[in-house]
């Protein structure tokens, strides 16, 4: 999980920084501030997107969407 808004550097940019690095483990950004552009980023990443607050539930179905099964 990645929050969108981080200090310093957002959360699409460190996942940017991580597909540069290294294989790119499954992403699911979370934020607060739950707007269209944000979900469309999330979205052209191929990433999952959660608004807070969500229910652990929910986190766990999405990080079971997201994750390749074996």
Not at 47 to 53: G, I, N, Q, Y
Not at 57 to 63: A, G, H, K, Q, V
């Amino acid at each position: 999980m990645i929050d969108v808004h981080l200090p310093g550097m957002n959360g699409f940019a460190l996942r940017d920084r991580l597909a540069e690095t290294s294989t790119l483990p499954p992403v699911v950004f979370i934020t607060a501030f739950d707007e269209p552009e944000t979900r469309a980023a999330a979205s052209r990443a191929g990433a999952e997107f959660l608004a807070k607050p969500f229910t652990g539930r929910l986190l766990l179905d999405t990080i079971r969407r997201s994750t390749p099964q074996a």
